[in-house]
């Protein structure tokens, strides 16, 4: 065991050491790439854990504040449930990337957790590190039927049809608006815009100004954000990168900047500033928020887990209105593509923790565990079950906001589910860095869009090169 557990210090390592020097994978072929997590089979039976002396399992995940506290909630109900036998450990490990940067460093010292919550947009890092053993290995041993995962939500995390982690807390975005602004300005309330172009249109019936000629109501706030980005991408049903987005081999190269889709995006997100459609503030996020909570932006753009927090900062002071997130134009077909995490069993050299840890994640994502996580964080139940769940129908009937959501995630076509990159942080950061430069003014359309896919393009070669 020592052995086996040195080598796994030295492997952890050397994987590491490169994915830490930028960019995505070698562009090979994921059954190539992948073949080597499939090879370990060997699932204990569920009663050697269940009935057995008790496992200590380790969880790392990134929920603060209530989610974290309806998160240790989950966890409480399984450990009381199975008192003697297993007993799982949930630890916060701050943001995504805080998580994720000290998954690094366990790793290399063989101190890592048994089940890690990862970001969606860390699934083909986690997939190249080789930290893990894939979920469908359980799936496989319970017979446990995919086909009770939402369809849209089973397609993002779906690679090659086998299942490496287990969707847990899945968001798409949505449209919030003002309905008290659209029927002050003579606007249907129950009909919102669809399109970035249909907002720019209907912009100055919304623009409200003082006694003073200023602007105390815009008509819509963006804060700059890369995951607006990738769903205007997905609404163009057009890739971000090349090999299939990432999901038929790792990806080499972008290509928003080859298929028109980056530009298109890029010319409408600056026509929003310069027809002072948005104001520069809502550029910033906290900015953006708060003036529509107080009624200073009639509409804005955000995630379907702040639902709850986006009622509760309203508070009454209007009508909140949800719409579908909005598409670039009318020639835009797609749908959006989820966000959120998923939860990974590590590979701890332990058949039985590993089994342990599976039984609580089939716990986790229960219809009846579910529709409780909806109605504490907003979250999408991940499970089908979950939408016949007497407390689930109750929160919809108090809050019928979330189902324009649900409808939105069920009518988006699964070429709209997004692509796959280790560096999906450093690539929203440089879409972020060249979308602020070029909405004040220091950079025009055409040079962000090259500067993007140059950097992007230079961190995936450099780590190409590294492997």
């Given amino acids: 065991m020592e052995r086996k557990k040195a080598i796994k210090i030295?492997?952890?390592?050397?994987?590491?050491?490169?994915?830490l020097l930028g960019g995505c994978s070698v562009g090979t072929d994921d059954k190539k790439?992948?073949?080597?997590?499939?090879e370990k089979v060997n699932?204990?039976?569920?009663?050697?854990?269940?009935?057995?002396?008790?496992?200590?399992?380790?969880f790392w995940h990134a929920m603060g504040g209530t989610n974290g506290e309806a998160l240790n909630k989950i966890v409480e109900e399984f450990n009381s449930l199975h008192q003697g036998h297993i007993k799982i450990t949930a630890q916060f490990q701050g943001s995504y990337d805080d998580e994720v940067n000290k998954l690094k460093s366990a790793q290399m010292a063989g101190q890592g957790p048994n089940i890690i919550q990862v970001y969606d947009i860390g699934t083909r890092y986690m997939l190249d590190s080789k930290w893990i053993v894939p979920i469908q290995n359980f799936i496989d041993a319970d017979k446990w039927d995919k086909e009770q995962i939402e369809p849209n939500l089973l397609a993002y995390y779906e690679i090659n049809k086998k299942l490496y982690?287990?969707?847990?807390?899945?968001?798409?975005?949505?449209?919030?608006?003002?309905?008290?602004?659209?029927?002050?300005a003579g606007l249907d309330p129950e009909n919102p815009p669809k399109t970035l172009e249909e907002i720019?249109?209907?912009?100055?019936?919304?623009?409200?100004?003082?006694?003073?000629?200023?602007?105390v109501r815009y008509?819509?706030?963006?804060?700059t954000y890369g995951w607006w980005f990738e769903q205007f991408m997905a609404k163009q049903l057009l890739p971000i990168y090349d090999n299939g987005n990432g999901r038929d081999a790792a990806p080499t190269k972008v290509v928003f900047d080859e298929n028109g889709g980056g530009a298109k995006i890029l010319k409408m997100w600056n026509r929003l500033i310069k027809e002072d459609v948005m104001p520069k503030y809502a550029m910033n996020s906290d900015d953006c928020t708060s003036a529509f909570a107080n009624g200073k932006i009639a509409m804005t753009v955000g995630s379907t887990a702040g639902l709850a927090s986006t009622l509760a900062a309203v508070a009454g002071k209007f009508e909140l209105g949800t719409g579908y997130f909005p598409a670039?134009?009318?020639?835009?077909?797609g749908g959006v593509s989820i966000g959120g995490a998923s939860l990974w069993i590590m590979d701890n050299q332990d058949d039985k923790i590993e089994r342990a840890a599976w039984e609580f994640i089939k716990f986790a994502v229960s219809a009846e565990q579910q529709a409780f996580w909806n109605t504490k964080t907003g979250y999408f139940p991940i499970t089908k079950g979950a939408y016949d769940q007497q407390v689930y129908k109750d929160n919809v009937a108090k809050y019928p906001q979330f189902e324009t959501a649900v409808n939105q995630l069920r009518e988006s076509p699964a070429?709209?589910?997004g692509g796959l990159c280790a560096i999906y942080t450093q690539a929203r950061q440089i879409v972020e860095t060249n979308i602020t430069k070029m909405l004040n003014g220091e950079l025009s359309e055409e040079e962000a869009l090259k500067a993007m896919a140059k950097s992007i393009n230079t961190a995936i070669s450099d780590y190409n090169l590294a492997n």
């Fill in 10 to 19: 030295i492997l952890a390592f050397i994987s590491s050491t490169a994915l």
């Fill in 33 to 38: 790439t992948l073949s080597s997590e499939t």
């Fill in 43 to 58: 699932v204990v039976s569920a009663d050697e854990v269940l009935n057995g002396p008790e496992i200590e399992v380790t």
């Fill in 165 to 184: 982690s287990m969707p847990f807390n899945s968001s798409t975005p949505l449209l919030y608006y003002n309905k008290d602004a659209f029927k002050e």
């Fill in 200 to 215: 720019i249109a209907l912009s100055d019936k919304l623009k409200k100004k003082n006694s003073s000629g200023e602007t």
């Fill in 219 to 223: 008509a819509y706030g963006m804060y």
């Fill in 328 to 333: 670039i134009d009318n020639d835009s077909k």
């Fill in 415 to 417: 070429e709209s589910k």
